[in-house]
């Protein structure tokens, strides 16, 4: 057993980490140059179409079911306050930011980017996207840290 979820938690450790890096990917660049180019909110709203049909979603997927796991895991006895920390950031800051800011944020930019001739939409959009986008990348690397240390 404790090999096994050794193995779990370094998946864990990895899959996070790795999340962390596509989302700080976006929030160092990314979306800054998306917003600097006219057909940004277009370009945006095919990356939105073409992730969900990528290696992303199996990764999003593994890493937050690893974090419930190892949440769930770090309440058992011997409690261990890092690991269910970590799990705990992982799942508020990555999952739940996800599901709760930036999904929506990208439905409602494909619903709007026809009827946004000024772009404001776009420039609301990118700078709440990317706000929410940094915290995802905070908790993602910091989850990791946390779980790799545990």
Known sequence: MDTLFLL??????????????????FSAFVMQALAAVPAGAHAMTEINRVIVRSLFVPLFVLS?????????????????PVLFSGSLIYLI???????????????????????????RFWAHYCRRWTRWNHLRT???L????????A
Request: with cysteine; hydrophobic share 55%; proline share 4%.
């Open 8 to 25: 779990l938690q370094a998946v864990a450790v990895i899959s996070m980490a790795a999340m962390g890096g596509i989302y700080f990917v």
């Open 64 to 80: 937050s079911l690893l974090a419930l796991f190892l949440l769930l895991h770090g309440l058992l006895i011997p409690f261990s």
């Open 93 to 119: 800051g990555m999952l739940l930011c996800t599901g709760l800011f930036n999904v929506p944020l990208n439905h409602q930019l494909e619903q709007r980017l026809e009827h946004d001739p000024d772009r």
């Open 138 to 140: 905070i908790s993602s």
């Open 142 to 149: 910091l989850a990791a840290v946390l779980i790799y240390s």
